[in-house]
C-alpha cells in the first residue's frame, strides 16, 4: 500500500528540521490536481528561475501530469540541470547544499532542480599571490566558480573534474582536476582512495583538514608537503605538467598535488616574464630563501670567532657595546616580528599604519637608544625577515624560520660545531622529507636529472620547454 502524501511530507520535514530551522523552507502548492512540495534553503536559490518555474507548475492541468516523475522532468522542467532522488537521505543533502527538491504526490522520486546559487566576492587578484604582469582573477569560496576559471583555461576534454566529498556530517564537496592522458593514474587513485576512507565529521579547516588526514606522517618535519595556491593561472600550469589539483569548497585555494620544494618556490612571476628575467627572478628567490636560514647564525658565529672575519669586512662588527647576548637579541627580534605579524592581521584597516608607525619607533631607534638591541642584529634581522617573503608559501617561511632559531640556539651553545649540526639538520629535514606520492623531496636534484633540474633552475622560452617536453614522451 502506497504511503499517504501527507505521511511523506512529514518524513522531509522531520529530516529536514524544518520546524526549528528558519532558513529551510517547503512551500506546498497543488500544480495538475496533484499535492506538491518545494524543498529548498533561504538564501540559496535564484528566485527568478524558480519563481517561472512555479508559475509553469501551478499552469498544469490534471490531463498534462505524466505517469512518473522522469517524464515530468523531461517535459515540463526546462532548467538544465535535473536529476532524480529516490532516497530521503539524498533529498536531505541536496537540499542541504543548496539545490531545490521538488515532491509530487504520486511520484516515488523527487526531482532535483539545480538552481542553487551561493553568496561570493568577487574573483579579484589574491592579496597574497600578486604578480608583476599577468592574469588579476583568483580563486573564490565558490567551488563551481573555481573549477571554471580552470576549465576557461584549458579548453580540453581530457581536462576531468571529478567530485568526491568528505566528513559525515560537513558532505564538503571535493573535486580532483587533473588532465586524464598527463597524470600518473596510480597516484590519483590511491590519492581517490584516501580522500574516500577519511573518517572526519567534519574539513573544519577545508584544505588544512584534508591535507591532515591525507598525509599522517613525518609531522615533526615543518617543511611543506603540499603547494597552495589562489591563482587559477598557476593551477592550470599545474594540471598541464600533470599535476592533481584538489579544490575544496568554501576555500578560495587550490592544493597541488605532488609538490618538491621547487614546485614551492616558483611563481608565477618567473613565467609572466621573458626567460633572462624570469631567470633572475627564480635564482634570486633562490639565494634570499637560503640567506633567510643561515644569515643571522653566520653572523652570531662570526662574533664568537671574530678572526674569521676576512680581510676588509672588519666593518660587520657590532662597534657599540653589547648589553644584551647577541643571541638574545635574535630571539628577541624573531619572536617580535612574529608578533607584530599577528598584530598586523587583527588590527582594523584604518589603525594599520599608526600601528606600523609606532612599531617602527619602539623597534627602530629608540630599541636601539635604550641599550637593549645593537644595530648589527637589527640590520640582519630585518633582512632576514624581508627574505622570508620573498616567496609566496607561509608553510616554506615558518619552515626556515623553525630551522634558523635551532641553528641559533646550537651555535650559541656549540659554536663552530654547533653552527654546522644546525645546517645539517635542516638539510636532513629537506632530504628526509618526502612529498605525498611517497617520491623525494628534491627531485629532480635527487634523484639526479640534469634536464628537469636546469628547468627548475633557469626559465626557458615556451618553445623549448615544450620540445623538452615531447622528447621525454
Not at 535535473?82 to 516515488?108: A, Q
Not at 584538489?246 to 587550490?254: K, T
Not at 664568537?304 to 647576548?325: Q, R
Request: aromatic share 12%.
Amino acid at each position: 500500500m502506497q504511503e499517504s502524501f501527507s505521511k511523506v511530507l512529514e518524513r522531509y520535514n522531520e529530516a529536514l528540521q524544518v520546524e526549528k530551522s528558519f532558513d529551510v523552507v517547503n512551500r506546498e502548492f497543488t500544480m495538475g490536481g496533484r499535492q506538491a512540495c518545494l524543498y529548498f534553503v533561504d538564501g540559496m536559490i535564484k528566485d527568478e528561475t524558480m519563481q517561472k518555474l512555479m508559475q509553469q507548475f501551478m499552469a498544469l492541468k490534471p490531463e498534462d501530469m505524466p505517469a512518473t516523475a522522469d517524464e515530468f522532468s523531461q517535459k515540463y522542467i526546462s532548467y538544465v540541470e535535473v536529476s532524480l532522488l529516490d532516497t530521503v537521505s539524498m533529498v536531505v543533502r541536496n537540499v542541504l547544499s543548496g539545490v531545490p527538491c521538488l515532491i509530487v504526490e504520486g511520484y516515488v522520486m523527487a526531482i532535483a532542480v539545480d538552481a542553487r546559487t551561493y553568496p561570493s566576492r568577487g574573483i579579484d587578484e589574491p592579496e597574497k599571490d600578486k604578480v608583476m604582469r599577468g592574469s588579476r582573477d583568483g580563486f573564490v569560496e565558490t567551488l563551481v566558480f573555481n573549477t571554471a576559471l580552470i576549465r576557461r583555461r584549458i579548453r580540453d576534454p581530457k581536462l576531468t573534474m571529478e567530485y568526491l566529498s568528505a566528513g559525515d556530517v560537513s558532505h564538503t564537496d571535493i573535486v580532483l582536476c587533473y588532465m586524464n592522458d598527463r597524470v600518473d593514474q596510480g597516484f590519483l587513485a590511491e590519492i581517490r582512495r584516501r580522500i574516500q576512507k577519511i573518517k572526519v565529521e567534519s574539513l573544519t579547516m577545508n584544505q588544512q583538514s584534508l591535507a591532515e588526514c591525507l598525509y599522517h606522517h613525518s609531522w615533526f618535519n615543518p617543511f611543506p608537503k603540499f603547494k597552495f595556491s589562489e591563482r587559477p593561472d598557476t593551477a592550470a600550469a599545474s594540471v598541464l605538467e600533470g599535476d592533481i589539483v584538489v579544490l575544496v569548497d568554501n576555500s578560495p585555494a587550490a592544493m597541488i598535488l605532488p609538490t618538491t620544494i621547487f614546485d614551492i618556490i616558483e611563481e608565477a612571476d618567473d613565467y609572466y616574464f621573458p626567460p633572462i628575467t624570469g631567470t633572475y627572478l627564480r635564482l634570486s628567490r633562490f639565494l634570499a630563501n637560503i640567506l633567510a636560514l643561515a644569515l643571522t647564525p653566520l653572523f652570531l658565529l662570526l662574533m664568537d670567532y671574530p678572526h674569521w672575519i676576512p680581510a676588509g669586512f672588519e666593518f660587520i662588527m657590532v662597534k657599540e657595546p653589547v648589553n644584551v647576548p647577541v643571541v638574545w637579541q635574535f630571539l628577541i627580534l624573531e619572536f617580535a616580528i612574529d608578533g607584530l605579524r599577528l598584530a598586523a592581521l587583527n588590527t582594523p584597516s584604518m589603525l594599520s599604519l599608526p600601528l606600523s608607525v609606532i612599531a617602527a619607533l619602539i623597534i627602530g631607534d629608540f630599541a636601539v637608544g635604550s641599550g637593549w638591541f645593537n644595530a648589527e642584529p637589527m640590520l640582519y634581522m630585518a633582512f632576514v625577515a624581508l627574505a622570508n617573503y620573498t616567496q609566496a608559501s607561509y608553510e616554506l617561511g615558518y619552515a626556515l624560520k623553525f630551522m634558523r632559531l635551532i641553528t641559533l640556539v646550537l651555535t650559541a651553545l656549540f659554536g663552530i660545531w654547533g653552527f654546522g649540526g644546525g645546517m645539517l639538520f635542516a638539510l636532513f629535514c629537506i632530504c628526509t622529507n618526502r612529498t605525498i606520492a611517497g617520491k623525494s623531496y628534491l627531485y629532480p636534484l635527487i634523484p639526479f636529472k640534469w634536464r628537469q633540474l636546469a628547468q627548475r633552475l633557469f626559465r626557458v622560452s615556451l618553445r623549448k620547454s615544450e620540445e623538452a617536453r615531447w622528447k621525454e614522451k
